[in-house]
């Protein structure tokens, strides 16, 4: 178990955990479910805490997948579209960003637009992505 980076915060109240699963070392805050550990000094800055995180327990920076599973849960737990539109064009900005070959690309449009989808466009979003 892992101090959960949001411990570090003034307004935290008690110490809260996490898994091993639910971190990253770096990536995007308050859009993953899982946190971001080097967005707090307290381990960005010891060395022997990003050691012992990066290199022991293996835990790896925010990649695709990740956002790849948000996109997902979104999509699948969401229901009105204006409270999910500002975390879905942030994950597409990742998307544009990441280096992925076309097997990854290939698994990415399968996932968010199934071969049924239909492809109207609202605000700049496929609205395939609502629907299933």
């Not at 091993?20 to 479910?33: A, E, F, K, S, Y």
Request: charged share 20%; proline share 5%; with cysteine.
């Amino acid at each position: 178990m892992i101090l959960d980076p949001r411990a570090f915060e003034a307004s935290a109240t008690a110490p809260r955990w996490i898994d091993i699963q639910g971190c990253v070392w770096r990536g995007p805050v308050n859009l993953l479910h899982k946190m971001p550990l080097a967005s707090v000094s307290q381990y960005r800055d010891n060395e022997t805490l990003v050691r012992f995180f990066r290199q022991i327990l293996g835990v790896e920076d925010a990649k695709w997948s990740d956002y790849l599973d948000m996109l997902r849960e979104l999509r699948e737990n969401s229901n009105l579209f204006h409270e999910i539109h500002d975390k879905v064009l942030r994950l597409y900005q990742l998307f544009s960003t990441s280096i992925l070959s076309s097997n990854d690309w290939a698994e990415i449009r399968q996932a968010i637009a199934p071969p049924q989808a239909s492809y109207q466009v609202l605000t700049s979003i496929p609205q395939c992505f609502l629907r299933g």
